[in-house]
Structure formats: C-alpha cells, structure tokens
C-alpha cells in the first residue's frame, strides 16, 4: 500500500530500531531491565516449583496408597510401625508413627485398664493431628510464592510499562518528533514488561490452584486415615480388661 498511510515492522526496524525480543530488551531503560530480568528469574522459578510439587504430590500419593494396602491388609501394626512407623519417608506412615508410638507407650510403661488406655488413645489422636500439620508445612513450602509472583507479577509489569513510557514521551518531547517510527520503539519496549508479567503470572495463578487443590484433597486423606486408626485404637481401649480391686491388706 503505497503513501503515508501505514508504517510496518520493517519499516520501524529501517529507522534503527531491533523490535525482536531481544532487541527490545537490550533498547529498553535499565529499571525497565531489571523489571524484566526479575519476572523472567520469577517465572523459571514458578515453573520449577510447579515440577516440584508435581513429582511431590504424585510421590506423596503412591506411597499413601501403598502404605494403607498394607495398613488394610490384616497384618501386624507392631511389624508395620517397626518397619515403616518408626522412620517415616512419607507423611501417612509419619501420621500413622505420631499415633502409634504414643499408644506404644501405654505398653512400655504397663498401662492398663480403659481408662488408661482411653486417655493413651486421646493422646495419640493429638500426635497425628500434630503429624498432620507437620508434614502440610512442608508440602505447602513456596505455595506462598507462587501466590506472589501470580498476584504482584501483573503490576510489577505495569510498573514497568509505566516507567518506559514515561521515558518515551520524555524522549518524544525532546526530538519534537511525534512520527510512529519514533513512538512505537518506545511503547513496545514498555509493553514488553507487562507482557513478561503476565507470562510470569498466569502460570503462577493456575499453578496455585491446582497444587492447593491437590493438598486440600490430601489433607482430607490424612485426617481420614487419622479418624479411622482412632476408632481402631477407641476400639481397643474398650475392649481392654477393667483391672480389679485389690484386695485389702489383711490385718
């Protein structure tokens, strides 16, 4: 199309001007630049929390699933704490360690009777529910990152955007020179920062969800498996033997 009536790519990059990606980046202003270089550190970062917690929660599961065949299976609980209670590399064989080495200490010391048993039993129930919290802690490690970077990402591109074009007009305003040869460098360098934002963002939000998702649904699965081995262990404690009376001394 032949006059003045539209200016394209080429003819922008004929009047000095690299607008590749990286051509924009090294034209841009350096708080513009460390704007970019942060949210692009940001989102490598997001993307290996993201694997992280994959493999995490993917691992986590498998081994749950394992660990309660064997839990169901009709075994001893004495042989399934001593082989996988006592060191636990996953966190329902930790839940299933707190409760059953507090219940293994009515044994240890002689306890007997209900009531013993019954208050052995409470203390027990409050031991996993500590494990419970203890390994959610460390599965939702950097959740409070990515909740970060997908909320301040945006506007931490903005501020960016903001900033280059602010130098832009600066720039305009000094050549007295309002040709789109001139302006579009300027603007597309500033907008490339909110671009970077949001790829660093959106990914970030998505993550979020889906990973807080999945530890919602295990947390349920925790404090399922926890519910179930206190009635196991209620159910124990009822049927313990009443001790009897002693016999008064005779005189």
Known sequence: MGGTGGVTTQNLAAAGHDLSLW????????????????????????????????????????????FE?????????????????????????????????????????????????????DRAERAMNVAIGRELDGLEKWMTFLASVGSVGPFIGLFGTVWGIMNSFSAIAGMNNTNLAVVAPGIAEALFATAIGLVAAIPAVLAYNKINTDLARFTGRLEGFAAEFGAILSRQADEAPVPQPRQPAQV
């Open 23 to 66: 051509g924009l980046f090294l034209q841009a202003d350096w708080v513009v630049k460390l704007v970019m270089i942060g949210l692009l550190l940001a989102s490598i970062w997001v993307w290996a929390i993201v694997f992280e917690k994959w493999n995490t929660m993917r691992r986590v599961n498998r081994a749950a699933d394992a």
């Open 69 to 121: 065949d064997k839990f169901w299976s009709g075994g001893s609980l004495e042989d399934l704490y001593r082989s996988e209670g006592e060191r636990p590399t996953h966190p329902m064989a930790a839940v299933f360690g707190a409760g059953m080495r507090e219940w293994q200490r009515a044994a240890d010391l002689g306890m007997t009777g209900a009531l013993a048993l019954t208050g052995m039993k």
